[in-house]
């Protein structure tokens, strides 16, 4: 059916947003599958663990190696049979977040991994963009921060600066303004769906009011 990446920095509202799309498409009659990287498989969701505990230290090519590892499992057990269902799937960060946080471990070498691993690419990707202390303001107050949170605002520049620039070789993506009230940023998500994959969400389904 059809597959949607969530992407974007720490405190995005990337989840919020998820749920808002789910209940429309649920509405619209389809059956949503919604899931996350890491994670969304039972061995994936252990390596998950392993990535985001703040007491490990993994270079940016372990970090590489062990999403993609979590991300076959997730293809193979979550994605792939659920759209061969007929599902929507929506999930929760994809290969543009490894492509993002893990690119000093270079295009080549990602590019070779991602090769491997993804068999079938999202049909559309929504990038959610805002400025990394506003997003990381957002982050610390959800508790106490994972390994990916507590790097540092430099580390995170670095993470949006290629987020928008991977977004801007990939006709798939289009690029939502996270830092817009809740709203507003909702219906920028309704609008790229409809624009992008029309009729999915149905007629009166899924529309941002008109300004």
Not at 173 to 199: C, F, H, M, Y
Request: proline share 6%; net charge negative.
């Amino acid at each position: 059916m059809t597959f949607i990446t969530f992407e974007g920095p720490e405190g995005a509202g990337k989840s919020t947003q998820i749920k808002r799309l789910a209940d429309a498409f649920e509405k619209a009659g389809h059956t949503v599958v919604l899931t996350r990287e890491p994670g969304g498989a039972p061995e994936a969701e252990a390596l998950r663990a392993l990535l985001l505990d703040p007491a490990r230290e993994w270079s940016p090519l372990a970090e590489a190696l062990l999403m993609n590892a979590a991300r076959d499992a997730h293809m193979r057990q979550t994605i792939l049979p659920a759209l061969e269902a007929g599902h929507v799937v929506l999930c929760d960060r994809f290969f543009d977040s490894t492509r993002a946080y893990q690119a000093s471990v270079g295009e080549e070498t990602l590019d070779a991994i991602h090769c491997a691993v993804v068999t079938r690419l999202p049909d559309l990707t929504l990038l959610f963009d805002l400025p990394v202390e506003e997003g990381l303001a957002r982050a610390s107050k959800r508790g106490a921060a994972d390994r990916f949170e507590g790097k540092g605002r430099a580390y995170h520049e670095g993470v949006r600066k290629a987020f928008l620039a991977n977004a801007g070789k990939d006709a798939r993506t289009v690029i939502i303004d996270a830092s817009r009230p809740i709203d507003e940023v909702s219906a920028q998500v309704l609008k790229a769906v409809n624009d992008r994959l029309p009729g999915l969400l149905g007629q009166g389904h899924g529309h941002p009011p008109a300004s």
